[in-house]
């Protein structure tokens, strides 16, 4: 996007949010894209990063949190692996292996989560991990960068040697010390280390009695620091020991850099994703400080903001405790060119910022605080003239500039041009100002151009119905209070609340009304009706909010009753099942009862003489028998429709009771019992009164269709 002046981000305080953003930053890499943040204008990238921080966004607050930890700066350690006989520390050998394992764990969790994060999975499709890195530094250095003792046969045998020595030397040490203390040569500290050598402390006086080599003495040259005769040899031998560690060392940490030095381009591509990701999770918390979020983007120049806010004053006056009004704007074909009036501090400025800032951030690739509903375009170029013209001494020079500033619009403003402008004509001779203003508006509209204005110029304000694409503003003011409300309302003009405010602020009244004399009466007459029907848009805008607290109140109580009928069908439905469980539970014993006295006729049948007694007990046991014929057609209609499958039911199994022949699914099994749903009413049942059926395929119709139960 190209920017008009070059100072116009700083203008609309886009560095101050670049400043919040990099105080989220935990990389240095990630600091860097901060400071080359740039405004696109193409759509595709636009929405790449919109999205991308929106993906990271939803990642945060989650158990399965994003593990991009590696936060450390490896840029000189990755220039030296790419020089030849370079040598890395043990501690930035390590540094590579985080790193590696780092990409490995993004990469797995990507793996873990499928696709539901397209835009981050996709800046890793070209990372590999190379699990040969961690594996080259591991086997030569520990955790802390130390060198490993069996890095190579040569350094485990020298440290061997070294260990043997310097224990020899500490026995043969502690014995000399011993030996001085009974002497009473030792002095008060008994020992030290002077040039890499143990030294024994000794009083001056003894300093010719104990032979060795003198490294030392003390600042009271009271004491002075030998070493010991019987451990030159010891100390020389631990010394070229040492000397042969260090070689071998530096040598194994030369071969493993150079065997490093291979993975140098996937190292790079690590550290430079590692950054990318670290740049999107700061954009992230970003957003959930400001509770933004993604509109949606439209290649076409234009905005619709829906309940807008300035990040900035939305941080202060959350830090604070204070409330901010919303702000809701479109500028679209029809209505392009947005004239702002109202009273100085009432938030004509803020407002005309709000819609700057956004769209730098927007096309800068950061979420907005916005509803999500809201829709940004895209736009080429943003202009803007916003400046201090309150200085006395300098009013021709800054009325100049302001000229100037209207001449680059005038020359290159088009149809893809966001602009704003306060206090268009300021500066200047109220009528000649105005009349330039003017101008310079209707040439604006005619490029087709997009932007606010700020203005108290009434010629301004009457323009929305004269020329196609201006459309008035106004910032609500209380005139009984005297207070700003920092609502825009958009339609009409507003008054600059001259008079009022003057009457407020304890002016004489004579002089008020010496100025309403001069103030030219057609002028005077229309900001007084601009005046009233602010006002009474001012008791509408109450009057409405207090409709919608109404409505809203009704519709909550709306929801409860429907959901009260909800609640009383549920429970109809489930006495209507109990009921029929019942009825099926006592057909069940009615059976079981019929079976015990049929067995006891045909008992008696065989023995009775009186055949006709009988016949006539059967008789009365039978008199049930249209309650059976009835069970036996829903029987029959079950296995009309159903198959029996037979074995053990599981979750999710369509079952039917063995006695009532109803069906239902298994929700859940608890041992031998289980919960059928029956519709939509669970029953904890005996599992073993049901069996797994399956639904038969239906015949189909002449006309193709399944023929209904």
Same mark, same amino acid.
């Given at each position: 996007?190209?920017?008009?002046?070059?100072?116009?981000?700083?203008?609309?305080?886009?560095?101050?949010?670049?400043?919040?953003?990099?105080? *989220?930053?935990? #990389?240095?890499?990630?600091?860097?894209?901060?400071?080359?943040?740039?405004?696109?204008?193409?759509?595709?990238?636009?929405?790449?990063?919109?999205?991308?921080?929106?993906?990271?966004?939803?990642?945060?607050?989650?158990?399965?949190?994003?593990?991009?930890?590696?936060?450390?700066?490896?840029?000189?350690?990755?220039?030296? +692996?790419?020089?030849?006989?370079?040598?890395?520390?043990?501690?930035?050998?390590?540094?590579?292996?985080?790193?590696?394992?780092?990409?490995?764990?993004?990469?797995?969790?990507?793996?873990?989560?499928?696709?539901?994060?397209?835009?981050?999975?996709?800046?890793?499709?070209?990372?590999?991990?190379?699990?040969?890195?961690?594996?080259?530094?591991?086997?030569?250095?520990?955790?802390?960068?130390?060198?490993?003792?069996?890095?190579?046969?040569?350094?485990?045998?020298?440290?061997?040697?070294?260990?043997?020595?310097?224990?020899?030397?500490?026995?043969?040490?502690?014995?000399?010390?011993?030996?001085?203390? *009974?002497?009473?040569?030792?002095?008060?500290?008994?020992?030290?280390?002077?040039?890499?050598?143990?030294?024994? /402390?000794?009083?001056?006086?003894?300093?010719?009695?104990?032979?060795?080599?003198?490294?030392?003495?003390?600042?009271?040259?009271?004491?002075?620091?030998?070493?010991?005769?019987?451990?030159?040899? +010891?100390?020389?031998?631990?010394?070229?020991?040492?000397?042969?560690?260090?070689?071998?060392?530096?040598?194994?940490?030369?071969?493993? #850099?150079?065997?490093?030095?291979?993975?140098?381009?996937?190292?790079?591509?690590?550290?430079?994703?590692?950054?990318?990701?670290?740049?999107?999770? /700061? *954009?992230?918390?970003?957003?959930?400080?400001?509770?933004?979020?993604?509109?949606?983007?439209?290649?076409?120049?234009?905005?619709?903001?829906?309940?807008?806010?300035?990040?900035? %004053?939305?941080?202060?006056? !959350?830090?604070?405790?204070?409330?901010?009004?919303?702000?809701?704007?479109? %500028?679209?074909?029809?209505?392009?060119? %947005?004239? @702002?009036?109202?009273?100085?501090?009432?938030?004509?400025?803020?407002?005309?910022?709000? =819609?700057?800032?956004?769209?730098?951030?927007?096309?800068?690739?950061?979420?907005?605080?916005?509803?999500?509903?809201?829709?940004?375009?895209?736009?080429?170029?943003?202009?803007?003239?916003?400046?201090?013209?309150?200085?006395?001494?300098?009013?021709?020079?800054?009325?100049?500039?302001?000229?100037?500033?209207?001449?680059?619009?005038?020359?290159?403003?088009?149809?893809?041009?966001?602009?704003?402008?306060?206090?268009?004509?300021?500066?200047?001779?109220?009528?000649?100002?105005?009349?330039?203003?003017?101008?310079?508006?209707? $040439?604006?509209?005619?490029?087709?151009?997009?932007?606010? @204005?700020? #203005?108290?110029?009434?010629?301004?304000?009457?323009?929305?119905? !004269?020329?196609?694409?201006?459309?008035?503003?106004?910032?609500?003011?209380?005139?009984?209070?005297?207070?700003?409300?920092?609502? +825009?309302?958009?339609?009409?003009?507003?008054?600059?609340?001259?008079?009022?405010? /003057?009457?407020?602020?304890?002016?004489?009244?004579?002089?008020?009304?010496?100025?309403?004399?001069?103030?030219?009466?057609?002028?005077?007459?229309?900001? !007084?009706?601009?005046?009233?029907?602010?006002?009474?848009?001012?008791?509408?805008?109450?009057?409405?909010?207090?409709?919608?607290?109404?409505?809203?109140?009704?519709?909550?109580?709306?929801?409860?009753?429907?959901?009260? @009928?909800?609640?009383?069908?549920?429970?109809?439905?489930?006495? #209507?099942?109990?009921?029929?469980?019942?009825?099926?539970?006592?057909?069940?014993?009615?059976?079981?009862?019929?079976?015990?006295?049929?067995?006891?006729?045909?008992?008696?049948? !065989?023995?009775?003489?009186?055949?006709?007694? =009988?016949?006539?007990?059967?008789?009365? =046991?039978?008199?049930?028998?249209?309650?059976?014929? /009835?069970?036996?057609?829903?029987?029959?209609?079950?296995?009309?429709?159903?198959?029996?499958?037979?074995?053990?039911?599981?979750?999710?199994?369509?079952?039917?009771?063995? =006695?009532?022949?109803?069906?239902?699914?298994?929700?859940?099994?608890?041992?031998?019992?289980?919960?059928?749903?029956?519709?939509?009413?669970?029953?904890?049942?005996?599992?073993? $009164?049901?069996?797994?059926?399956?639904? *038969?395929?239906?015949?189909?119709?002449?006309?193709?269709?399944?023929?209904?139960?």
């Amino acid at each position: 996007m190209q920017l008009y002046p070059a100072h116009a981000a700083e203008a609309l305080e886009f560095n101050k949010v670049a400043q919040l953003l990099k105080q *989220k930053c935990r #990389t240095d890499a990630a600091l860097e894209r901060v400071d080359q943040i740039r405004f696109h204008t193409r759509i595709e990238y636009v929405e790449k990063a919109l999205q991308q921080t929106n993906e990271f966004k939803s990642t945060l607050g989650g158990s399965d949190h994003f593990p991009n930890d590696f936060t450390r700066n490896v840029q000189r350690e990755l220039k030296l +692996l790419s020089v030849y006989n370079a040598v890395l520390s043990g501690e930035q050998l390590i540094a590579f292996q985080q790193l590696a394992i780092n990409i490995r764990d993004i990469l797995l969790w990507f793996k873990r989560h499928n696709e539901l994060f397209p835009n981050l999975r996709a800046l890793t499709e070209k990372i590999s991990y190379e699990k040969q890195i961690p594996e080259i530094v591991s086997s030569v250095v520990d955790e802390l960068g130390n060198v490993r003792d069996n890095a190579s046969k040569e350094l485990m045998q020298i440290r061997g040697e070294l260990a043997k020595t310097r224990q020899e030397l500490r026995r043969v040490f502690d014995g000399i010390l011993r030996k001085l203390a *009974k002497q009473g040569y030792l002095a008060d500290i008994s020992e030290g280390f002077l040039n890499g050598r143990r030294t024994v /402390a000794i009083f001056a006086e003894h300093k010719r009695i104990v032979k060795g080599i003198l490294h030392g003495e003390s600042e009271s040259q009271k004491t002075v620091f030998i070493e010991p005769e019987e451990t030159i040899e +010891l100390n020389n031998d631990i010394f070229s020991l040492e000397r042969a560690e260090s070689r071998e060392i530096h040598k194994i940490l030369a071969e493993t #850099t150079a065997k490093l030095s291979a993975f140098h381009p996937q190292l790079d591509s690590y550290y430079h994703l590692c950054g990318i990701f670290d740049f999107i999770r /700061a *954009k992230a918390l970003l957003a959930v400080d400001m509770d933004a979020s993604m509109p949606r983007i439209s290649p076409h120049p234009g905005a619709q903001l829906i309940k807008a806010f300035h990040p900035l %004053l939305l941080l202060h006056n !959350k830090q604070n405790g204070k409330p901010i009004v919303p702000l809701n704007i479109v %500028l679209d074909k029809q209505n392009r060119v %947005l004239i @702002i009036s109202g009273p100085n501090a009432g938030g004509k400025t803020v407002s005309m910022k709000t =819609v700057g800032l956004l769209q730098l951030m927007t096309q800068a690739g950061l979420l907005i605080p916005v509803d999500d509903n809201s829709e940004i375009g895209i736009f080429k170029q943003l202009m803007i003239h916003i400046g201090d013209t309150q200085s006395i001494e300098h009013e021709l020079s800054t009325y100049s500039a302001h000229l100037r500033d209207m001449k680059y619009f005038m020359d290159f403003a088009n149809g893809k041009t966001l602009f704003f402008i306060d206090e268009l004509g300021s500066g200047s001779d109220p009528n000649l100002g105005g009349a330039f203003a003017e101008a310079i508006v209707e $040439e604006l509209a005619q490029k087709h151009s997009f932007g606010i @204005i700020t #203005t108290h110029y009434l010629n301004l304000k009457v323009m929305a119905g !004269k020329v196609q694409g201006i459309f008035n503003g106004a910032m609500t003011f209380d005139e009984e209070k005297l207070e700003p409300l920092y609502r +825009l309302n958009i339609g009409k003009p507003g008054s600059s609340y001259t008079f009022a405010i /003057a009457q407020r602020s304890g002016l004489s009244p004579k002089i008020i009304d010496r100025a309403r004399q001069i103030t030219d009466r057609g002028h005077f007459k229309l900001d !007084k009706m601009l005046l009233q029907t602010e006002q009474q848009s001012v008791r509408l805008g109450g009057k409405e909010k207090e409709l919608d607290s109404l409505i809203n109140k009704n519709e909550k109580l709306s929801k409860e009753y429907e959901t009260l @009928i909800d609640k009383e069908r549920l429970k109809q439905h489930y006495a #209507t099942l109990k009921l029929q469980n019942q009825i099926k539970k006592e057909e069940l014993d009615y059976l079981r009862d019929m079976e015990r006295k049929f067995k006891q006729i045909i008992h008696d049948w !065989k023995k009775a003489e009186n055949k006709q007694d =009988v016949i006539q007990a059967a008789e009365s =046991v039978l008199f049930k028998k249209k309650a059976i014929a /009835a069970n036996a057609i829903a029987a029959k209609k079950a296995d009309k429709n159903y198959d029996v499958l037979g074995g053990l039911p599981k979750v999710g199994d369509l079952v039917r009771n063995k =006695v009532n022949h109803q069906v239902g699914t298994v929700d859940e099994i608890r041992d031998k019992r289980a919960i059928v749903k029956i519709g939509q009413m669970p029953f904890n049942v005996n599992i073993d $009164e049901w069996v797994v059926v399956r639904r *038969k395929e239906q015949p189909k119709t002449k006309k193709g269709k399944k023929k209904a139960d």
